[in-house]
């Protein structure tokens, strides 16, 4: 952790020219943030910790801190929107907990956390590690085989919505990996590590990207997770670089590496954002779609 802490001071300088020479400017809507973005990491030691990314929307090395907010955890932790943290335990309970910036929600019967599912284990299969994600809107998508499923928990409800775990599209065997950004918004990984984008329309029940790979793809990236507005940060286990880059759907990536935004994070067990710290307006279906 120290070894961490102390890359993102001493190279932050460095890195931040690096990061604005990759820049290119875009023609599609530029992606809005909040303050930061909330980047949590789940340690090999249990210790959970919340790393703040003071300049999500043009991938500059600059952060507004870190700290520990976590001891215990295991199995595998995702994030959702507003501070809300999943986590799949080694028995395969789905867990859902709510970071508020100065602790943890407390549920009815005064615990941190909800079971809101069982038997989600697969998901902490090495394989299939990367085969979930949440977007924006808290949906969760999954992997399984062939096909792509929709699940939605509905907090006021208590229970998960109708329809949750249907089948979205078929076809999607080739990808080993998901990560979503915005609504709906997806890249998919095949096995050559190239990544698909697709957008699914929630109030068309319809797919209006579908299976689009850009001329130039995001080369060497390693684990997939957005805050949002389609905005992505990876992991890359070789190196234990964290890199930004940012997708559009008339352009594709800004830069075919990424930037550099930190050093010293291929130990951690996962790595994930909250995912409506940034947000971009979007088309919708075409007319007559």
């Known amino acids: 952790m120290t070894k961490k802490l102390r890359s993102l001071c001493l190279t932050a300088v460095a890195a931040a020219a690096m990061a604005t020479a990759s820049v290119a400017t875009a023609a599609a809507a530029d992606p809005t943030c909040g303050p930061v973005a909330h980047v949590f990491t789940m340690q090999a030691d249990g210790d959970l910790w919340l790393y703040e990314h003071s300049a999500p929307a043009t991938g500059a090395f600059e952060w ?3 700290r520990q907010v976590g001891w215990g955890w295991g199995g595998k932790t995702f994030a959702g929107a507003d501070g809300r943290l999943y986590n799949i335990t080694t028995g395969g309970d789905l867990r859902r907990l709510r970071y508020n910036g100065a602790g943890w929600d407390t549920y009815p019967g005064g615990g941190q956390f909800q079971t809101i ?3 989600w284990q697969r998901y902490l299969q090495p394989a299939n590690r990367g085969s979930i994600t949440v977007d924006a809107d808290g949906v969760i998508y999954t992997l399984e085989g062939d096909q792509l499923r929709w699940w939605r928990y509905d907090e006021q409800a208590g229970a998960w919505a109708p329809g949750t775990g249907r089948v979205l599209d078929t076809g999607w065997g080739e990808f080993d990996m998901i990560a979503a950004s915005g609504n709906g918004g997806l890249q998919a990984q095949d096995a050559g590590h190239a990544l698909h984008r697709f957008r699914y329309h929630a109030q068309t029940d319809q797919f209006v990207v579908d299976d689009v790979v850009p001329e130039a793809g995001w080369e ?9 507005g389609d905005l992505y940060y990876s992991v890359r286990s070789d190196t234990g670089e964290l890199r930004w880059n940012r997708f559009t759907e008339d352009t594709g990536w800004q830069s075919v590496p990424g930037s550099v935004i930190g050093y010293g994070w291929g130990t951690d067990i996962d790595v994930t ?3 409506n710290d940034c947000s971009v307006t979007l088309p919708g279906p075409q007319p007559g779609n």
């Open 64 to 66: 507004a801190g870190a």
């Open 220 to 228: 060497g990236h390693g684990t997939l997770f957005s805050p949002g």
């Open 117 to 119: 599912g069982w038997g």
């Open 273 to 275: 954002a909250t995912t």
